[in-house]
């Protein structure tokens, strides 16, 4: 079946890194974007951006530049996302989704999602 | 950005009832809207997309309506397994955006 499963939980300092592996199974993963979404604690959720699997170029919505990395392994059908500078506002949980283009849509619905990954910021 | 405005932001009801939130475009989307279930703990589910599409394995007493900048999403017969929060998204513009959630909660 197809399934995304994201790398396990994390607890960092401000200022270090953190990057979280989503792998893909179950699909070709050259055939669909991916997407990542934050949800912060008790809140909702927020598009971050996408990668495109087929020529690892990616897309940054307004708030991710700078410190967010998008990359890909698509020899282990997988996806990351770093985030550098940690500052204790980043604490969420970050999830990747499938994005699902069906024409003549613009673009697509995430499904499926990954089970998500808690990043902890504190000192 | 196009903005996704649910409503309510919280509804309480009961086993049985017939429920409907509703999501506002700031812009038209055309019918690229799509519904998600989210319980605690856990990664958001997709239940409808292109607005109305009811995706395979959710349980028909769910259906999604509207284009343009008002759509709805029903729940004919609530069912226990029901409470949860449900998001919006829109999928025409490059930029995805989600609604604010709706917490359905138990009367």
């Known amino acids: 079946q197809v399934q995304l499963v994201q790398s396990g939980s994390e607890l960092k300092k401000p200022g270090a890194s953190v990057k979280v592996s989503c792998k893909a199974s179950g699909y070709t993963f050259t055939n669909y974007p991916m997407n990542w979404v934050r949800q912060a604690p008790g809140q909702g959720l927020e598009w971050m951006g996408w990668i495109n699997t087929n020529t690892g170029n990616p897309t940054y919505a307004q708030g991710f530049t700078g410190r967010f990395v998008f990359s890909l392994d698509t020899s282990v059908s997988t996806a990351y996302l770093q985030i550098s500078s940690l500052k204790a506002e980043d604490t969420a949980v970050y999830y990747c989704a499938r994005e699902v283009v069906v024409e003549p849509a613009p673009y697509g619905w995430f499904d499926p999602w990954g089970q998500g990954t808690l990043v902890t910021v504190s000192s | 950005d196009i903005q996704m405005t649910q409503s309510p932001s919280t509804l309480s009801a009961s086993v049985g009832d017939r429920v409907t939130i509703t999501c506002r475009a700031s812009?038209?989307?055309?019918?690229?809207l799509a519904w998600y279930q989210q319980k605690p703990g856990k990664a958001p589910n997709l239940l409808i997309h292109?607005?109305?599409n009811v995706e395979s394995g959710v349980p028909s007493r769910f259906s999604g309506s509207g284009s343009g900048t008002e759509f709805t999403l029903t729940i004919s017969s609530l069912q226990p397994v029901d409470f949860a929060t449900y998001y919006c998204?829109?999928?025409?513009?490059?930029?995805?955006?989600f609604g604010q959630g709706t917490k359905l909660e138990i009367k």
């Open positions: 812009e038209s989307v055309s019918t690229w």
């Open positions: 292109t607005a109305s």
């Open positions: 998204q829109q999928y025409y513009s490059p930029q995805a955006t």
